[in-house]
């Protein structure tokens, strides 16, 4: 009977880890898009995805532009103090 009682605990214990975890649901449906036809039509239309693609580039030079002169400006005033 001491025995059972010595054991319990530590057979209580090594179970516990081999119970699986709930699984957890993770909700895709903002990722999803709608096919219509409208957005098939533009998918595999030439001039909307070289649009994408230059305005895409655009704004990132902008950045890059924008960060570099930012930088200067930090650059001409310390050579001033």
């Not at 119970?19 to 036809?37: G, I, L, N, R, V």
């Amino acid at each position: 009977m001491k025995s059972l009682l010595i054991f319990m605990p530590i057979l209580l214990f090594a179970i516990s880890p081999f119970e699986s975890p709930s699984p957890k649901f993770f909700d895709t449906s903002a990722y999803e898009t709608k096919e219509t036809k409208e957005v098939k039509q533009a998918s595999e239309n030439e001039k909307i995805k070289c649009r994408y693609v230059c305005d895409k580039k655009i704004y990132k030079e902008k950045k890059i532009g924008e960060a570099v002169s930012y930088y200067k400006g930090l650059d001409s005033e310390s050579s001033s103090e």
